[in-house]
């Protein structure tokens, strides 16, 4: 592998300007070869001075590039050493804390292990802590190799030493490659969690401390699950496809049997499209990782979701066929949808430690979050999952659905009156479609709570307020519809359109102005998206801003052709249930983009463990005290910035910016410059 590609693959994302710009300085050295006169034409003096000439500014361009990273890794050394301090401290007076509690006890213990829940929360903030040593000791090794490449190339293709010379005169001389501090550091760390964390045990320490290798590659064995389990989906549809032409479904059946199937197949659908979000994120360079505050040394990889939606997918195809051949099967054929979905709760809900449990505990957890808004801070995951199921609100309607069936429904090898369950139902479904607005609208007002900033949190929170009046005039639009000759004669008709109208085109700006950050004035030569753009090419954003907007309005077309029997009811609802599950991938990709971002205008690369967490209202209170700084930290500019409160001197602006995730309202005193 080339060391360019190479430098791309190891990098830590949100550091990448820091890091030596090799590319750049390749294409320097290639330009200047090219450019320089041919020895037939010209002396040999003509030519020196060329070089010469090439030199002063390449070498220039060299010392920039060494004080950018000598400053950057002198910053991040300080704030280690700072946090190292603070880790020491808390774990200093945890461990006196116990030594008093255990003389007072019984049996005078003089060495008292400390309690469980702050034993967990010490071992998990030097894990962290490691991460990052880690991560700034990887920063040292790849930015001398770059120079010292650099270097050796720029001998190789002028014929020279001086790329030598001024190597080993000014980097091997510098702060960043001279200081050994940081592995002074990282032994240090291993040594504390050995010994006062794991009772001398270094095995388990080390175990706890790995850092998996950067750029580690899948598994052979899970890519071939991923291709057979594809594989087998694929031919498998083929066959319900067939066999469904053969078995000819009608009437109740046909329409239960659309609302019995179509929730799973979106979930299945859903986890096959986050796996290829993760690919995406992945190879661009987004870590979603540290923006879900996930555990960097044990998560799911793009490929684990596709093989599990792969599984689900060949699961689902054979409950299809045993339903179309029920009959000779000699079973009910409804039993096989309720099969289906209780193999997929089950995997959910499994609670021992096989299938995934780690990233199952963590959805679950996050999960409950999201439900018991607002009573809990919201994270960027909470609010990221609360999006997520608003684009799987036909899904969550038709399990709601597949639990009345079943409760209402005696016969399971015939469907009765379909209706009963969902168009008869004027109280429990308008509820349940509510609810993921809710927990959104919900989040909204916590975060108000806790920053006591009216916008963006309950402009957002206005923007969810919309859905449930869209349900409520749908719901009398249905309820009033038998007294009306025609759709159009119904007064609430109207109201659900206006509200629909209304809705879609508040989301839809939010989607593009808030949530992406594009349209930004300063986009430059990126004309309506941003100044700083991840992905390659520019038009997947133009794509994206089309593609919201038609499927933010593809509402209109669906009531159009089912008002028009054109199409029926649920097929139109199961290609807009897809459709909208798409828009949400696609909105995945460039929420994300610019979450990033922003932790890359902090260099925040890792998590913010906080041993002791602020409480919400001194958290608020720290917030408005602090000044807003410009520069690195903030990647905004000064008209999309909140305004700052009037201060007696003129000069000062606010440290923090207030803008995105509440992990990132996180304030670590020890490393901020003050």
Known sequence: MKFAEHLSAHITPEWRKQYIN????????????????????????????????????????????????????????????????????????????????????????????????????????????????????????????????????????????????????????????????????????????????????????????????????????????V??????????????????????????????????YRGPLLIIEFIFLIGVNIYGWRSSGVNHVLIFELDPRNHLSEQHLMELAAIFGVIWTLSMLSFLYSASLAIPAFINPLTLTLIMVLFLANPFHVLYHDARFWLWRITGRC????????????????DQLNSLATAILDFEYLICFYFTNGNWTEARDASICMEKDFIIRPIVNCLPAWFRFAQCLRRYRDSREAFPHLVNAGKYSTTFMVVIFATLKSFHSPNYAS?????????????????????????????????????????FLREEVVYSSTGFYYFAIL?????????????????????????????????????????????????HLNNCGKFRAVRDISIAPLDSSDQALILRLMDEADGVINRYTKANRPKPKKVKDPEKRSLLQTRGSLPDLRIDMDSKKL
């Open 487 to 527: 759709t159009f004669d119904n007064p609430y008709t109207w109201l659900w359109i206006i509200a629909s109208i209304v809705s879609s085109c508040y989301a839809y700006t939010w989607d593009i102005k808030m949530d992406w950050g594009l349209f930004d004035k300063n986009a430059g030569e990126n004309t």
């Open 371 to 386: 439900v018991s808004a607002p009573f809990f801070h919201v994270g960027f995951a909470d609010f990221w999952l609360g």
């Open 547 to 595: 593609e919201d907007l038609a499927l933010r309005f593809i509402w209109a077309l669906s009531f159009y052709l089912t008002e028009m029997k054109i199409v029926s009811s649920d097929i139109m609802t199961s290609v807009t249930g897809i459709l909208e599950v798409f828009r949400r991938f696609v909105w995945n990709f460039f929420r994300l983009e610019n979450e």
């Open 227 to 260: 291709g057979l389990f594809s594989g087998s989906f694929i031919v498998l549809v083929i066959v319900v496809v067939v066999s469904a032409i053969f078995h000819e479904i009608s009437g109740e059946n046909l329409k239960v049997t659309f609302r019995l």
């Open 22 to 225: 090799y590319e750049e300085m390749k294409a320097m050295l290639y330009l200047a070869v090219e450019e320089a006169p041919s020895v037939e034409s010209v002396e040999d003096d003509v030519l020196k001075r060329h070089f010469a000439n090439f030199d002063e500014n390449f070498f220039h361009y060299c010392d920039k590039e060494l004080k950018k990273i000598n400053t950057f890794y002198s910053e991040k050394l300080a704030e280690a050493t700072r946090k190292f301090a603070t880790l020491n401290a808390e774990l200093k007076t945890s461990i006196e804390e116990s030594e008093r509690s255990a003389k007072k006890s019984k049996g005078h213990k003089r060495h008292a292990a400390l309690p469980d829940r702050k034993a967990r929360e010490l071992k998990l903030a030097f894990s962290e802590f490691y991460l990052s040593l880690i991560l700034l000791q990887n920063y040292q090794n790849l930015n001398h190799t770059g120079f010292r490449k650099i270097l050796k190339k720029h001998d190789k293709l002028l014929r020279v030493d001086t790329g030598a010379k001024w190597r080993q005169e000014y980097v091997e001389a510098s702060h960043f490659f001279t200081n050994k501090d940081i592995d002074n550091i990282i032994n240090e760390t291993e040594t504390t969690v050995t010994g006062e964390l794991e009772g001398g045990d270094r095995q388990r320490a080390m175990k706890r401390l790995r850092v998996p290798p950067l750029g580690e590659q899948q598994s052979p064995w899970t890519t071939f699950k």
